[in-house]
């Protein structure tokens, strides 16, 4: 069975950081694209950025300029992990994470809340 984990998230000061992981199991975590996604309150949820099992990486919000520099996403297939790092964090960054890994099937993690606030 495949499960998708995050952790990570939590409650943080404006300009603060924090590092989501997602930890994968039950899958051969490297033949699969990952990605993060987030869902702010009342707002549909939206690509944040994605790794392809190639290592080819694909943009959603972190190419946009409000996230532009401040957050990296990035994956350790010996570790079957995808991490997003989030720098200069914004009260507008407050959103539920997702973990997302996909090409045959389509796996979702449970999401990890982000809390941006003084």
């Known amino acids: 069975q495949v499960q998708l984990v995050e952790s990570g998230g939590g409650l943080v000061q404006p300009g603060g950081s924090l590092r989501l992981s997602c930890a994968a199991s039950g899958s051969i975590f490297s033949n699969n694209n990952v990605g993060w996604y987030r869902q702010a309150p009342g707002k549909e949820r939206e690509l944040v950025a994605f790794i392809s099992r190639d290592g080819g990486r694909g943009g959603g919000i972190i190419d946009d300029d409000a996230v532009k520099g401040r957050f990296t996403i990035s994956r350790d297939d010996a570790k079957n992990t995808v991490y997003l790092r989030m720098n200069n964090l914004r009260p507008e960054d407050t959103a539920v994470y997702f973990c997302?890994?996909?090409?045959?099937?389509?796996?979702w993690g449970k999401g990890t809340l982000v809390t941006v606030s003084s």
């Open positions: 997302r890994m996909w090409y045959y099937m389509d796996y």
